[in-house]
């Protein structure tokens, strides 16, 4: 006890030498068998859990422990433990100290060794760009795309639209008419230029190619007249029809005569103006005016001069038929001016007859027929048949009866004799008209043909009376319900043929 200082004397040194400790940077632990030395008196070995001392705390310690085992008092024990207390509280400060001073190393460290996270976010960086730059130029080469299909759309589409109005009138409700002239040989191409020249088209490449599409290759000479309300497709079929010599006035109106009709009908149809689609549409002509002026006898001497073969047979004013030029007026379309007068309208229609039997009068004299027998034979053909084959084999029957002299009886002279035909009638006024009739168109009393024909036949009808089949068939009737003709060859067959087709029919 007395080699020991004083706990007075003891503590400052003892602190001076822990500070001088801590200054130097050395780290002082505390090692816990100490403290059971200090208490106990004994010396242990140090535990696994023990903490090594500074060389100073060590040595300190080392001191203490050897004056306490050579003298162990109680308060030497007691003033041990009570520096041994203010040693380990000592070095809390010292672990902060220390704390303090070696986090700013460290985190300098940190600072300083990141070179692969900097070559990592470096990589990443080149894949994002990367990544940036193929977005990039997929948009772009989509945005591309989408601009080069809108404009090929737009282009097909203008494109498109540009051919169709080309083929579109140029005014729809253009009224002026307008003269053109086609010269003989032109080509489609020429005829397209003059009809842009004309205002008629907008393009002549367009009518060029759109007429060798369509098949429109016949196109004729001559003059004509045309309206900005035609389409391409009205002027190329009006370009097929022949072309007139001369000039000739501009169109007012059409009139159309079908096939099949009488004068009475015809009459009423030249008062119909067929150019437009409105049915009120009237002409400048009246019925009156042309029943008046076909059975002018004047008139009738002056077309006689003008068409001598085809009015060469023309039935006398009293041989019993109700107008002399029945059947002589070509059923057809008709164009028509402000300038025409009903004897120009008629003629045209006498014109047109002569014309298309222009090929067949020498056919006519071989066969020993003149005109006014195959107008009439055929204007019978014309209404017994639908069909060309059903034509030509109901011709076959009437010259099969003619050559053996056996009556035609065909009702269609009867209504014609009755002033019916024409005219609607139902199935059971067919059957009951009077063949008895006092008429010179009364074919089932009177062998042989009429005086006249009873309507304007169609060409098909004079064609299939020109080239019948060549049958062994005199009879023939029509089913009332469905127009199939049934032929046969005696009576009795053909009486069950009307008792199957027509009067087991009648009271249905």
Not at 235 to 243: F, I, V
Request: charged content about 25%; aromatic content about 8%; overall charge negative.
């Amino acid at each position: 006890m007395d080699d020991l200082q004083s706990k007075e004397t003891q503590e400052p040194e003892f602190r001076e030498r822990i500070l001088d400790a801590l200054r130097e940077g050395k780290q002082a632990s505390v090692d816990t068998d100490l403290l059971e030395v200090a208490e106990t008196g004994s010396s242990n070995q140090p535990s696994a859990e023990s903490k090594e001392l500074s060389p100073v705390s060590e040595s300190i310690a080392q001191e203490r422990t050897e004056d306490l085992v050579s003298n162990p008092s109680s308060d030497d024990l007691a003033d041990t433990k009570i520096e041994m207390d203010w040693l380990l509280a000592e070095q809390a400060p010292q672990h902060e100290l220390e704390d303090t001073i070696i986090s700013p190393a460290v985190k300098a460290q940190k600072s300083h060794t990141p070179k692969p996270k900097t070559r990592t976010n470096s990589r990443r960086n080149r894949n994002r760009n990367r990544l940036k730059q193929e977005t990039a130029a997929k948009r772009i080469v989509a945005a591309v795309v989408i601009v080069v299909l809108l404009a090929l759309a737009i282009t097909g589409y203008s494109g498109y639209a540009y051919v169709k109005s080309s083929l579109d009138p140029i005014d729809p409700k253009a009224t002026t008419v307008i003269q053109v002239e086609i010269p003989e040989g032109s080509s489609t191409k020429e005829i397209g230029n003059i009809l842009v020249q004309n205002k008629l088209i907008k393009n002549a490449t367009i009518f060029n190619y759109y007429s060798k599409l369509k098949s429109y290759n016949n196109f004729q000479s001559g003059f004509y007249n045309l309206s900005q309300s035609m389409s391409v497709d009205d002027l190329a079929k009006a370009l097929q029809e022949s072309g007139t010599p001369a000039p000739v006035d501009p169109i007012a109106g059409k009139v159309l005569i079908i096939e099949g009709y009488t004068l009475e009908q015809i009459a009423q149809a030249v008062t119909d103006n067929a150019y437009t689609k409105d049915k009120e549409d009237k002409t400048a002509f009246s019925s009156e005016a042309f029943l008046e002026t076909v059975k002018n006898p004047d008139f009738i001497n002056q077309m006689v001069a003008k068409y001598p073969t085809l009015l060469a047979s023309l039935p006398a004013a009293d041989s019993g038929v109700k107008y002399q030029l029945e059947g002589y007026l070509f059923p057809a379309t008709y164009d028509y001016s402000d300038e025409t007068t009903m004897e120009e309208l008629i003629e045209k229609m006498i014109a047109a007859m002569d014309a298309n039997l222009q090929p067949y009068y020498g056919q006519l004299s071989s066969m020993g027929l003149t005109v006014n027998q195959l107008l009439t034979l055929a204007s019978l053909v014309e209404k017994e048949g639908a069909t060309d084959e059903d034509r030509r084999n109901i011709a076959s029957v009437f010259y099969n009866r003619l050559n053996i002299d056996m009556p035609l009886q065909s009702n269609i002279a009867i209504l014609y004799a009755m002033g019916k035909l024409g005219q609607e009638t139902s199935l059971a006024e067919d059957a009951a008209i009077d063949t008895n009739i006092d008429s010179p168109y009364n074919i089932y009393l009177r062998t042989g043909l009429m005086p006249g024909p009873v309507d304007s036949p169609s060409l098909s009808a004079i064609q299939a009376t020109l080239n019948p089949n060549e049958t062994e068939y005199y009879y023939f009737v029509a089913d009332v319900t469905t127009g199939t003709v049934y032929y046969s060859a005696t009576i009795e067959e053909h009486n069950q043929n009307v008792e199957n087709y027509v009067n087991s029919k009648l009271n249905q």
